[in-house]
C-alpha cells in the first residue's frame, strides 16, 4: 500500500489557494476511489467529492498513459483539509491530483499552478 499527500498554501495576485489532501492506493480489480467516513461532513460536500474525485482520475490516467500501466487501483481519501475563503473545487482537484503523484512518486509538470495570475492548468 502506497500513501500519499499533498498541501497547496499560496497566495497569488491577492487570491489564497488552499487545500490539503491525505491518501493511501492500492492494486485492485477495479479503479475506484472511496472517502473514509472521518471527513468532516462540510469538506465532503458532492461539488468536493467530484472535485476530488476529477483530480484523482487524472493522475491515474496520466500514470496509466506515461508508465504504459494497466493496473487498476483502490483509493482512499483519508482526509481533507480546506479553507472557506481559499479552498475551491478546483483547488481540491489540483491538490488530490498532486497526493497522489505523491503516492507512485510520480513527477508531473501538470496539473500547475500558474505562476503569473494564479490559474490552474490541467493537460492532456
Known sequence: MKQGKHMLKK?????GFFGEIELEVEI???TSIEFRTNI???KHSKQYDNSVEYGLNYAINRIKKHENNSQNYLVRVLSVFTFPVDSSPTVLSFVAAKALFNAFNFDSEYPKLGEENGEILFTK
Open 11 to 15: 497566495q497569488k495576485g491577492g487570491y
Open 28 to 30: 485492485s480489480i477495479e
Open 40 to 42: 468532516d461532513h462540510l
